[in-house]
């Protein structure tokens, strides 16, 4: 049966809990699912009043706030529990972790679906605060004290503020693998071409508008090459 799954489930997770009935009776995060199963029934039906005074019930009682909306599959293991916050719209696989302090909320900023999705198997560290619509794949762990921002993709682990992934399948995600060895961008031709576009730009604001004549040209040149000579090459008067 399911709720007694579920308290199987935390006595086996948990080296603390004694018997099944210990967790039964003492287990905030066992209440709550009992809270929350009704509250989700009564909402499912349309009795939000109620459904919601349930779910404040078992907020008053255990700590931990669970929207009556918010979907959960078997065996959610919520060890501790206080501080907990989960939002209308979340949505918990099957055989979950989530520590005290956890919040599964919105941004603030979406409307609709605008909270979390876990899949089978996610473990959510103490007190950390995964943010809208995102979704964390099968089998991710996320360190205690993260904040989720982005989906995460399945069998990784991610830490941080914001969260990054740094394990996938238990080996460490290095960029420096990722990077392109051979073709590599060249920093000396990209400055040169900025360059050169940049003293073009400057000689067509010294010309100004209208561009000088081939004489000119020819003028300007011989002034540079034979400074002493007034306009024409050396030899060339007669
Ligand atoms: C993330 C966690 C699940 C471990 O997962 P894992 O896949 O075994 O990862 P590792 O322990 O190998 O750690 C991977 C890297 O993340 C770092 N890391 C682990 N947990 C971290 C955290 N919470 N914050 C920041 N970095 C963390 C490790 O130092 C390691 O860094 P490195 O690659 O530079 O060595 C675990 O550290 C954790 O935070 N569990 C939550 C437990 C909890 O909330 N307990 C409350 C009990 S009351």
Same mark, same amino acid.
């Given at each position: 049966?399911?709720?007694? +799954?579920?308290?199987?489930?935390?006595?086996?997770? +948990?080296?603390?809990?004694?018997?099944? *009935?210990?967790?039964?009776?003492?287990?905030?995060?066992?209440?709550?699912?009992?809270?929350?199963?009704?509250?989700?029934? *009564?909402?499912?039906?349309?009795?939000?009043?109620?459904?919601?005074?349930?779910?404040?019930?078992?907020?008053?009682?255990?700590?931990?706030? =669970?929207?009556?909306?918010?979907?959960? &599959?078997?065996? *959610?293991?919520?060890?501790?529990?206080? &501080? =907990?916050?989960?939002?209308?719209?979340?949505? =918990?696989?099957?055989?979950?972790?989530?520590?005290?302090?956890?919040?599964?909320?919105?941004?603030?900023?979406?409307?609709?679906?605008?909270?979390?999705?876990?899949?089978? @198997?996610?473990? =959510?560290?103490?007190?950390?605060?995964?943010?809208?619509?995102?979704?964390?794949?099968?089998? %991710?762990?996320?360190?205690?004290?993260?904040?989720?921002?982005? @989906?995460?993709?399945?069998?990784?682990? %991610?830490?941080?503020?914001?969260? #990054?992934?740094?394990?996938? @399948?238990?080996?460490?995600?290095?960029?420096?693998?990722?990077?392109?060895?051979? +073709?590599?961008? +060249?920093?000396? %031709?990209?400055?040169?071409?900025?360059?050169?576009?940049?003293?073009?730009?400057?000689?067509?604001?010294?010309?100004?508008?209208?561009?000088?004549?081939?004489?000119?040209?020819?003028?300007?040149?011989?002034?540079?090459?034979?400074?002493?000579?007034?306009? #024409?090459?050396?030899?060339?008067?007669?």
């Amino acid at each position: 049966m399911g709720l007694l +799954d579920d308290a199987r489930n935390i006595q086996r997770k +948990d080296p603390a809990a004694r018997t099944v *009935l210990e967790v039964i009776l003492l287990y905030p995060g066992f209440h709550i699912l009992v809270y929350h199963r009704l509250a989700h029934w *009564l909402y499912q039906r349309g009795h939000f009043f109620l459904a919601r005074w349930v779910s404040q019930r078992g907020r008053h009682k255990t700590g931990i706030e =669970i929207h009556p909306g918010a979907t959960i &599959g078997r065996r *959610l293991f919520i060890d501790h529990g206080m &501080g =907990i916050v989960f939002g209308e719209t979340t949505e =918990i696989g099957d055989n979950c972790t989530i520590y005290h302090g956890v919040t599964l909320g919105g941004t603030g900023k979406d409307t609709g679906k605008r909270h979390p999705t876990l899949g089978d @198997n996610v473990l =959510i560290g103490a007190g950390t605060k995964v943010l809208g619509p995102v979704y964390i794949g099968d089998n %991710a762990r996320v360190g205690a004290g993260s904040v989720v921002l982005k @989906n995460l993709p399945a069998n990784c682990t %991610a830490v941080g503020v914001p969260a #990054e992934v740094v394990r996938i @399948n238990n080996k460490a995600v290095n960029p420096a693998d990722d990077l392109d060895q051979q +073709d590599l961008p +060249d920093l000396v %031709a990209q400055r040169i071409t900025a360059l050169d576009q940049r003293v073009s730009q400057l000689e067509k604001a010294a010309q100004g508008d209208t561009p000088p004549t081939r004489e000119q040209v020819t003028a300007r040149s011989n002034r540079l090459m034979w400074p002493d000579s007034r306009t #024409e090459p050396p030899g060339s008067e007669s």
